[in-house]
């Protein structure tokens, strides 16, 4: 029973570590930590949300975007498009309202500023991620990676080991009966 817990618990982080670091990388995602109960109950802080860069003319009423809240600065805030119209360039504005917030944030985003759109998200993960640095997180994964292949390639040594002491091991003698 303990070593299909513990395979269950290393499959269980294997899959978080997946979805929270492997699949964002390989796809072109980027990870964001929600920080303020604006989305909530969706997504209320500590999520990690992942987004994918998404053409702006294929973003849609209803979608969840991350946007940068300045051109040229870091900070971003995650909120879903209420309205969307042709800015002055052709190119599309958003209007933007947390879920929790009773208005629209104030002004129209351009498209320049939208970095994704919503792709899924992972309740409480986000505490981890703001916790470690980019270098400190593939440096976690890695160290939690190769943690994992090692126990895993111990319990296979041990149960290998097993098999064939039990192979090995004489059958006790048949007694004759009369």
């Known amino acids: 029973m303990a070593q ?5 618990l290393i499959l269980a982080l294997l899959g978080v570590l997946t979805a929270a670091v492997l699949v964002p990388r390989i796809a072109g995602g980027t990870p964001f930590t929600v920080l ?6 969706g997504l209320p802080p500590g999520t990690l949300i992942v987004t994918r860069p998404t053409p702006a003319e294929d973003i849609r009423i209803g979608e969840v975007v991350t ?3 300045e051109s040229g600065k870091p900070q971003v805030v995650t909120h879903r498009v209420i309205a969307v119209r042709p800015g002055p360039e052709g190119r599309p504005e958003f209007l933007t309202q947390g879920d929790a917030n009773e208005t629209p944030d104030e002004g129209w985003r351009p498209a320049e500023s939208v970095r994704g759109v919503l792709w899924y998200s992972l309740p409480k993960l986000g505490y981890a991620n703001n916790v470690l640095t980019g ?3 593939q440096l976690a994964v890695h160290g939690v990676a190769t943690a994992l292949i090692l126990y895993a390639l111990g319990l296979f040594t ?6 064939r002491r039990t192979r090995r091991e004489p059958r006790p003698a048949r007694r004759a009966t009369h």
């Open 36 to 41: 303020t109960g604006s989305m909530a109950p």
């Open 158 to 163: 041990g149960e290998a080991r097993d098999r």
């Open 135 to 137: 270098d400190q997180r």
């Open 4 to 8: 299909v817990l513990t395979w269950v």
């Open 67 to 69: 946007f940068q809240i």
